[in-house]
């Protein structure tokens, strides 16, 4: 008789880049195993979520997040809004599901099965998997599919076509009028010097006044900068871009631009993080990243694919605990 499809939740407080690393550690996990993917997004009521985890009993969730039995296979939760529910997941389903934390949960390790942080948070211990960057959702299957829907207005572009991905401020990270406008100045400079063209996009996130002047600076070379109305092309800039520069402030952006095998060049922002710092040189070790000094430079390396690694730890995991 065929077993049962495993059912996965991907939980998150539903902001994008959150979600992103729940989701994308979900549907690795089901490209391996037979599985079906229930995306959660958890919100408290009022202020509730603003307590110490510890302090927020279930009835302060709001009733359409769908956190209710029967409980899934594996919990797969990113973010603090999480934190009050995966604590105690275990208990509630008597044991069943296989409990799994992104990021630093900053909690006992004791709560979860398998803790996927990122290695420049520097956590360890018997049931951590550290990875380089985050989980993400890119496949090569995906990205070709996203290309080809906008193939008529970006193959035609001039190479190289060079994908900029803004971030902006952070707690360790601002992107001011004055820096964007040097930013934009420099890669305006470095790509009509390499007779290429752009692929913009900004995150929610990037400042007002900085998009502006990025816009200013980047607005006559050929190319196309995202103006967040219609299907968002994202994907399609990565998999038709031949060099992607990257802000600094962004695990994601980073991450998912390794993915590609392309050439990532990094983009400073004012401000400095020692924790983003190490995922860069993590990266810059493994071939995929190198700083954005004026110019637009091309080489190889392996796709950095960490998500597909930790989907096979969590089933090696899970099948050792089921057994």
Avoid: C
Avoid at 109 to 118: E, F, G, Q
Avoid at 238 to 254: H, Y
């Amino acid at each position: 008789m065929a077993e049962s499809p495993l059912t996965i939740w991907a939980v998150s407080d539903g902001r994008a880049g959150i979600e992103a690393q729940a989701v994308g550690l979900a549907q690795a996990v089901a490209r391996r195993r037979p599985a079906r993917v229930e995306v959660k997004a958890v919100s408290w009521k009022g202020r509730w979520g603003r307590l110490p985890w510890r302090l927020i009993p279930l009835s302060a969730l709001e009733p359409d997040s769908g956190i209710a039995p029967p409980w899934p296979d594996v919990w797969i939760a990113a973010g603090r809004a999480t934190l009050p529910l995966s604590t105690r997941i275990r208990r509630w389903s008597e044991g069943r599901t296989f409990v799994v934390q992104v990021q630093h949960p900053r909690t006992p390790l004791s709560y979860y099965d398998l803790v996927v942080p990122p290695r420049h948070d520097g956590l360890s211990g018997p049931n951590v998997f550290p990875i380089t960057g985050a989980p993400q959702r890119l496949t090569p299957e995906r990205l070709a599919q996203d290309l080809g829907r906008f193939a008529e207005r970006i193959q035609p572009l001039p190479s190289p076509r060079v994908a900029v991905l803004i971030g902006g401020k952070s707690k360790a990270h601002d992107l001011t009028p004055a820096r964007a406008a040097a930013m934009g100045a420099e890669i305006a400079q470095a790509v009509s010097r390499a007779r290429g063209s752009v692929l913009v996009t900004f995150s929610r996130r990037t400042p007002e006044p900085a998009r502006r002047e990025l816009k200013a600076a980047l607005g006559a070379l050929p190319g196309w900068i995202w103006d967040e109305t219609g299907e968002n092309p994202y994907f399609a800039f990565l998999a038709g871009a031949d060099v992607i520069l990257v802000t600094e402030d962004s695990t994601n952006l980073a991450t998912e631009a390794a993915f590609t095998g392309k050439p990532v060049q990094l983009l400073a922002m004012d401000g400095r993080s020692e924790k983003l710092a190490r995922f860069h040189a993590d990266l810059a070790e493994r071939g995929a990243l190198r700083s954005f000094r004026g110019r637009i430079e091309t080489w190889a390396y392996p796709p950095v694919d960490e998500t597909a690694r930790a989907a096979e730890e969590l089933l090696r995991r899970f099948d050792a605990r089921r057994g």
